[in-house]
């Protein structure tokens, strides 16, 4: 969908939306084409229950004029339009009409009380509406007439235009990554496995990021002991995808530092979560596919970063597998010796993710040396028993960075809440016969496998966010359609943003 902006004036034709505040106070637009309608708006507003509020509209048709339909949209109260209010704003109107005009006409005002210019307000239902826009529907051969596709542009009139584009268009290319990220979640794990998504991730190279793709044979000379021992049940060989991206070169002749150490993330890539021989029940098992949302928030954020030229230096690393049960799979009991050098008996074949991180964790240490390290998993249930699906689970090893990605959730909506790690967990995790087991008892398991991260990381700054119970959407919201959400893209997009290149 194409996204617009010009200068503020009255459309004479088309579809017209504007903004009505909370107590049915219309904004200078909406003034004006109530008074070039001859009152239509308002006599339509009294006439109904429309006040206002969020969430809210009023359609106005004009039957035998060139203006087809004039929509109300409810802003609440001034004091509440902020930028993620004005973001869910423009998913909502996609949502609204999506399946009746081809091009909506989208008239912003400055509004008193609200802290935002009239251009930064447009950037930001701009940024809504292409979030609200996506759409998956490459499998099917039949097109419904009430599809909901007619939406074609959405074209943001406002004072400034020209400022509301050059905003804009960086946040465009965040949105490239959301979407990338969302078309990977989303197929279908006969289309997507770990060859195929490697693919993907090489993609990136023509934005000038460097990827590598490493085999089974690499990786068995590395010693990942982990990381293969999941994938070895599968006809589908594994693959570790690292990606880096220099936005910050360093300076020429200087020596090598901390300076110029790179922020890693790190994903876990389960193309398919059987379970393996711990198998999964099988009603839901075709949720599994998703299982690599991890990898596919990183590819995603790699993509944007690239996209939007950002002045840092990142590396990302995605572990591919695809975790099924055969007679060659893992075992139950079974012990696996991970690329650090640290055993682990398996007890539960269905606790593998962490076993694919913990040597991606290492190998990304080991090589980059990082300042940082974030990884993403779509790692337990139980972090969905303890948060349900409205946040993402955190776990880190340093306050401050916690903080920091907290704060940079609540900027972009996508909340995580911190869960504690400790020694009094640790020890859940301890194995008679190896250094540790990949599960522990029936409580904590969200904290227990975060512990068992922790163990591969070091002394870097980490943060490990379980992202299971917010990678997929089952009903939907106006700038995460249902499906794929790409949970993660914009929040850690948004922390390098004010943490890392503001501080560059």
């Known amino acids: 969908m194409k996204i617009s902006f010009a200068n503020l004036s009255v459309p004479k034709a088309g579809a017209i939306i504007v903004g009505v505040l909370e107590g049915r106070k219309l904004t200078a637009s909406a003034e004006a084409v109530d008074k070039a309608t001859s009152g239509a708006v308002m006599r339509a507003i009294k006439a109904s229950s429309f006040k206002g509020s969020k969430n809210h509209s009023l359609t106005v048709m004009t039957p035998g004029g060139r203006v087809q339909r004039i929509v109300c949209v409810g802003l609440g109260k001034a004091k ?12 909502y109107i996609v949502k609204t009409l999506k399946a009746h005009v081809a091009v909506a006409q989208v008239l912003v005002d400055e509004i008193d009380g609200c802290d935002l ?17 996506y759409s998956f529907n490459k499998y099917k051969t039949k097109k419904n007439d009430h599809s ?4 074609k ?29 969302r078309d990977l979640v989303s197929e279908p794990a006969n289309v997507l496995y770990p060859e195929s998504l490697a693919a993907q991730a090489k993609s990136l190279a ?30 589908n060989e594994p693959k570790l995808v690292v990606m880096q991206y220099t936005g910050k070169p360093k300076r020429k002749g200087s020596n090598p530092s901390k300076a110029d150490a790179p922020v890693a993330f790190v994903g876990k890539g389960v193309t398919f979560d059987s379970g393996g021989i711990s198998i999964k029940p099988s009603a839901g098992m075709e949720d599994m596919k998703w299982d690599m949302g991890g990898a596919g928030v990183v590819i995603g954020l790699m993509k944007a970063l690239a996209g939007r030229k950002a002045k840092v230096n990142a590396v990302g690393v995605v572990g591919l597998v695809e975790n099924m049960p055969s007679g060659s799979a893992q075992r139950p009991g079974d012990v696996v ?19 694919v991180l913990a040597d991606a964790l290492h190998y990304t240490k080991d090589r980059f040396n990082p300042h940082t390290m974030i990884d993403l998993a779509t790692l337990t249930g139980a972090i969905m028993v303890a948060l349900g699906t409205h946040y993402a689970g955190l776990f880190s090893n340093d306050d401050e960075l916690a903080w920091d990605l907290v704060n940079a959730g609540r900027e972009v909506g996508e909340r ?12 859940m995790i301890n194995s008679d016969i190896a250094d540790m087991q990949n599960i522990g008892d029936r409580w904590g398991g969200s904290i227990t496998a975060a512990q ?14 379980d992202i299971a119970g917010v990678t997929w959407s089952k009903s939907g919201k106006p700038i995460a359609p249902k499906g794929g959400t790409g949970f993660g893209v914009r929040l850690l997009d948004q922390w390098v943003k004010h943490k890392l290149e503001k501080t560059a």
């Open 117 to 133: 210019k009239a251009h930064e307000m447009a950037a930001e239902m701009a940024l809504g509406a292409r979030l609200g826009s």
């Open 452 to 465: 068992f991260l922790k163990r591969f990381v070091g002394d870097t700054k980490w943060v490990h966010l």
């Open 148 to 151: 909901g596709d007619k939406l």
């Open 80 to 91: 509440d339009v902020d930028a993620l209010a004005l973001q869910n704003l423009g998913g």
């Open 206 to 235: 023509k934005l000038g990021i460097k990827v590598e793709v490493l085999g089974k044979a690499q990786m068995k000379r590395l010693g990942m002991g982990a990381l293969l021992g999941v994938a070895q049940g599968s006809v």
């Open 337 to 355: 010796t991970s690329m650090s050098g640290q055993t682990i008996e398996v007890l539960n074949t269905d606790a593998e993710g962490r076993l």
């Open 153 to 181: 542009e959405v074209k943001l009139l406002t004072k400034g235009s020209a400022k509301a584009k050059a905003l804009y268009e960086p946040q465009d290319k965040v949105a490239d990554g959301v979407f990338f990220t």
């Open 416 to 427: 995580v809440w911190t869960l504690p790690l400790g020694p009094e967990y640790d020890k």
